[in-house]
Structures are given as structure tokens and as C-alpha cells.
Nanobody, 115 residues
Framework: ARLVESGGGLVHPGGTLRLSCAVS????????MSWFRQAPGKERELVAF????????NYEDSVKGRFTISRDNAKSTVYLQMNSLKPEDTAVYYC???????WGWGQGTQVTVSS
């Protein structure tokens, strides 16, 4: 699979961003998808998960109520809507298949939350 993340940037606390991840080389609709993030000096962590047809999602506790994962199987794209961003959300964000990452990692997209 080829994974291309985009949509990151620098925002103030309380701001919003929408990340996108375009997936190619696999039958996208056959795979559960997740967003992960890795902050400096920390391990990569699972942030949000969505099942193949989008009927089930779950989230890491610190982002519940602020982040929303969605997918468009026709476009082979998974999204992460991030609202009420906090400085602790600063990280490189990645998408991948499953809950632990079943393919090689893309380049990620940097999200920086700072005043």
C-alpha cells in the first residue's frame, strides 16, 4: 500500500484541522483503518480507528469528543477531523491499516498546536 497523509499545519490552541490520507495499491474498502500519532521522544500511538464500512469507530481517551475519523471508500481516503486542538496534540500524524499498522508507513503530516 501507498499512504499519503496531508492537511497538517500550525494552529493555535482551540483551532481545527482536517487530515486526509489517500491510500493506493490495495482494495481500500476491505481494510479497517486507523490514525496514529508520534510526538517527539514518544512512541507512536493509536488515536482513532474506523471499521471497513465506517459503522464502528473508537478513539484514544484524550481525543474523544474532539476528533472524528471518517472514510470515503469510493475515494480510498480516510479523514481525521480535529477540533479544539491542544498543545499536547502536537505530533506527526500517520494513517495505516488495522489497529497496529499493517503496511509500511507514509511520510506523515505534522500537526503543531501552539500559541
Amino acid at each position: 500500500a501507498r499512504l499519503v497523509e496531508s492537511g497538517g499545519g500550525l494552529v493555535h490552541p482551540g483551532g481545527t484541522l482536517r487530515l486526509s490520507c489517500a491510500v493506493s495499491g490495495v482494495t481500500f474498502g476491505s481494510f479497517d483503518m486507523s490514525w496514529f500519532r508520534q510526538a517527539p521522544g514518544k512512541e507512536r500511538e493509536l488515536v482513532a480507528f474506523i471499521a471497513t464500512f465506517g459503522g464502528y469507530t473508537n478513539y484514544e481517551d484524550s481525543v474523544k469528543g474532539r476528533f472524528t475519523i471518517s472514510r470515503d471508500n469510493a475515494k480510498s481516503t480516510v479523514y481525521l477531523q480535529m477540533n479544539s486542538l491542544k498543545p499536547e496534540d502536537t505530533a506527526v500524524y500517520y494513517c495505516n491499516g488495522g489497529r497496529s499498522g499493517i503496511w509500511g508507513w507514509g511520510q506523515g503530516t505534522q500537526v503543531t498546536v501552539s500559541s
